[in-house]
């Protein structure tokens, strides 16, 4: 016998998720060259998508690497609503030599 959402949330079989539940953590991380190209696309994404929150730029060194010129850059985009499709992601950061990186 398959046991409904409701059922286990109130048995204690769930921790930390509402019994309303519907909202995810959906998170689009963006992987491009240089921080001038991930600062592009923080904006672009703003103009192009009307994103209400704004990105996250993040360096990302590269293993072992101290030098600026070795670094990625991550934009970090929050979907919680899920309306943003990944393969126009994916086309849309390829704009600037990137990527979008799977989940």
């Known amino acids: 016998m398959k046991v409904n959402e409701r059922e286990r949330w109130s048995a204690g079989g ?19 060259p240089d921080r001038d190209a991930a600062e592009e696309v923080a904006e672009a994404l ?9 990105p996250q730029l993040v360096r990302d060194a590269l293993a072992g690497e101290d030098d600026a010129e070795d670094a990625q850059w991550l934009v970090v985009l929050r979907d919680e609503k899920g309306r943003l499709d ?18």
């Open 14 to 32: 769930w921790s930390g998720v509402a019994e309303n539940g519907g909202v995810s953590d959906v998170r689009h991380v963006l992987v491009l």
């Open 86 to 103: 990944a393969g126009v992601l994916d086309e849309f950061v390829g704009e600037w030599d990137g990527w979008r990186e799977e989940p």
């Open 46 to 54: 703003r103009e192009r998508f009307a994103i209400d929150e704004e």
